[in-house]
């Protein structure tokens, strides 16, 4: 989870003069060898390196801080982290030429909580006071989202970075991220279980019909870049929220699955490389209780092409509410060494392309505790 909930507290969270001919060659030649490096460098960086760390809105720390942080995630041993485009953008990109030069290969989540998405005037659902005001995705305009990616991407690329994948949005089947989906007038209210529950599903379609738009639109901007041509293309991060759980936010959610169903009826298996899933076992349950949700979240995952596609998951994670130093984190790293097992089976079977660990320096979540990364942070992320 993100902004407001980047905490967790859910509980579950890079002089002299040739012939004319020559230099208009060269620049081609210089181009194409860059580009194929920057390939090669991506792919090996995916193969090596598929578990990773989350560190999203660096924008909102000063340019030293988000310095720090990275320095801290590199100097870790952490090969792959996952970072955002949100407001301020400039600051978005900074981190990212930081991060890049620090080492890290980069799957880069776009915000869609950004004005500049949407046409003037669009009001946000509101939060009714318990969570931030969202867009709904039925408003966004893929041609202003155009503009924004085109040039982010652009600029990215004049920095020399290469991406190892783009994700727009974030858990846009619940409400926090998705403002079709209803916030209800009170907590402890029980919320939508299926499509057929959701009071405006109407909305809820165009959204999604909206959103694959927005993955066709990344698609082709990444086409007009030299370095991230070959970035893989992945769906937003779906929550995995149980029902009671989003009944006591009083919030409505689409399981994954079904939300998953309602992209694909609009053209997501065409549109991405693989489909995004956040996974949170908890860690109050049976280890078969926590294997069952692992299980069923990752129902959407296939290998095989006609099935569906690949799942890259964007955030997973263990709480650690502990604040002693040094860190007491052996309950934890045992559940992050028993998740991660799972994951490597499933990578083994093709049916997982990477994890992000969420969070590196979070309250609850992170794993970047007493000036080290903890035991579970050696455990989750390192390769």
């Given amino acids: 989870m993100m902004g407001g909930f980047a905490s967790r507290a859910s509980g579950w969270r890079w002089r002299f003069r040739r012939p004319a001919f020559l230099r208009r060659l060269m620049p081609l030649v210089a181009a194409s060898f860059l580009a194929a490096g920057a390939f090669a460098a991506t792919s090996v960086a995916t ?7 989350n560190r999203v809105n660096l924008a909102w720390l000063d340019a030293g801080a988000r310095e720090k942080v990275l320095d801290q995630i590199a100097q870790s041993g952490t090969k792959l982290v996952r970072l ?31 004005p500049a998405f949407y ?31 085109g040039d982010v991407l652009q600029r990215i690329d004049r920095l020399g970075v290469p991406l ?38 109407a909305a809820v379609e165009r959204g999604a ?6 993955l066709q639109v990344t698609r082709q901007e990444l086409a007009k870049t030299k370095l991230s041509s070959h970035a893989k293309l992945v769906s937003a991060g779906l929550s995995d929220i149980p029902p009671e759980h989003a009944d006591r ?20 298996d065409k549109a991405a490389d693989a489909y995004g899933i956040h996974i949170y076992p908890g860690g109050d349950g049976s280890p078969t209780a926590r294997a069952e949700h692992v299980d069923q979240a990752l129902s959407i995952c296939q290998a095989r092409p006609d099935e569906g596609k690949p799942c890259w998951i964007t955030e997973w994670g263990f709480a650690n509410t502990a604040k002693t130093c040094p860190a ?3 309950r934890r790293e045992r559940l992050v060494k028993a998740t991660r097992e799972r994951f490597a089976e499933l990578m083994r079977a093709g049916r997982i392309g990477a994890a992000f660990y969420f969070d590196w320096d979070a309250s609850t979540y992170g794993v970047w505790r007493c000036g080290e990364l903890s035991p579970a942070g050696r455990a989750a992320v390192t390769p």
């Fill in 47 to 53: 193969a090596q390196a598929q578990f990773g760390v």
């Fill in 249 to 268: 936010r009083g919030v409505d959610s689409i399981d994954p699955a079904s939300f998953t169903a309602l992209l694909r009826k609009h053209g997501l």
């Fill in 119 to 149: 046409p003037e005037g669009t009001e946000k659902r509101s939060g009714r006071g318990r969570i931030w005001d969202t867009y709904r995705l039925s408003d966004v305009s893929p041609d202003q989202y155009r503009t924004v990616i």
């Fill in 84 to 114: 955002s485009i949100s407001v301020p953008i400039d600051a978005s990109i900074d981190a990212v030429k930081v991060a890049h030069q620090k080492g890290l290969a980069i799957l880069l989540e776009v915000s869609l909580n950004n």
């Fill in 328 to 330: 007491d984190d052996s």
């Fill in 209 to 214: 019909a909206k959103y694959v738009q927005l």
């Fill in 164 to 201: 190892v994948a783009v994700e727009p949005g974030n858990e846009i089947n619940w409400g926090p991220y998705n403002g079709d989906l209803d916030i209800k007038a009170q907590e402890k209210t029980r919320t939508a279980r299926s499509l057929a529950d959701i009071g405006d599903v």
